[in-house]
């Protein structure tokens, strides 16, 4: 079965600090990934997606990047944190060709920037 | 470019009892899904209905139904026989047709309090 893991669980960040969230997936192969952000009392935004290595599309300008390195892992990143970037990172994945395109979602990790 | 409004901030039912959270999208593309996701207080996301847009069958998972209209843009989710653990945050969510890869547009979100 397929399992998608997010790491840290929370971090507490200064402001001007760099990021660096881990997302992977097992137990599946070439899966589309996102990246979502939930700010305090929003919905989820859709800040990357990835369709295989080395392949990343932003979906809102900011001061994050997202990487893949390898086709089962994808990384958020900052190099200087902003105190707007605190909020609740979820990572997804979904299969590259499901009918039902559902997605999948990680625990979250949870950034507080002070 | 599509939107998705949740109306109602936060919702409450007794035990037992059924309740409607209301959905609106806004999109000009013929072919779509939609979804109802689920996020309790543990914060992971669990889908809890989904809905292709070209089946006018409304979509059923056991105490969960939709209420589907297409040409109104509005994808209601009806929970019936409320129980407590189905205090959460329910998001709905539009996913476009795109090329290789496919796009979810969330909602804000409706705070589920489910009393005893």
């Known amino acids: 079965s397929q399992t998608i893991h997010q790491w840290p669980a929370t971090l507490v960040q200064p402001v001007g600090s760099p990021l660096s969230l881990e997302c992977t997936v097992e137990g599946t192969s070439n899966p589309n990934l996102y990246w979502y952000r939930q700010a305090a009392g929003r919905g989820l935004q859709l800040l990357f997606y990835?369709?295989?290595?080395?392949?990343i599309s932003s979906e809102v300008p900011q001061n994050l990047s997202a990487s893949r390195p390898q086709d089962r892992q994808f990384i958020l990143s900052s190099k200087k944190l902003l105190l707007s970037d605190s909020g609740f990172y979820l990572c997804a994945w979904s299969p590259l060709a499901d009918s039902y395109n559902e997605q999948f979602f990680g625990p979250g990790t949870r950034l507080t920037v002070l | 470019a599509q939107t998705v409004t949740q109306s109602q901030p936060e919702m409450s039912v007794q035990e037992a009892e059924t309740v409607t959270l209301s959905c609106t999208y806004d999109t000009s593309e013929n072919n779509y899904y939609l979804f109802w996701y689920k996020q309790p207080p543990s914060r992971q996301m669990i889908l809890v209905i989904r809905q292709e847009a070209y089946k006018q069958q409304n979509a059923t998972e056991n105490r969960f139904s939709v209420n589907f209209q297409k040409a109104a843009k509005s994808f209601s989710l009806k929970i019936s026989d409320s129980q407590l653990g189905d205090t959460a945050m329910y998001f709905c969510?539009?996913?476009?047709?795109?090329?290789?890869?496919?796009?979810?547009?969330f909602g804000t979100g409706t705070r589920l309090q489910v009393f005893p």
């Open positions: 969510a539009f996913m476009s047709f795109g090329y290789n890869t496919d796009k979810l547009i």
């Open positions: 990835s369709v295989g290595i080395g392949q």
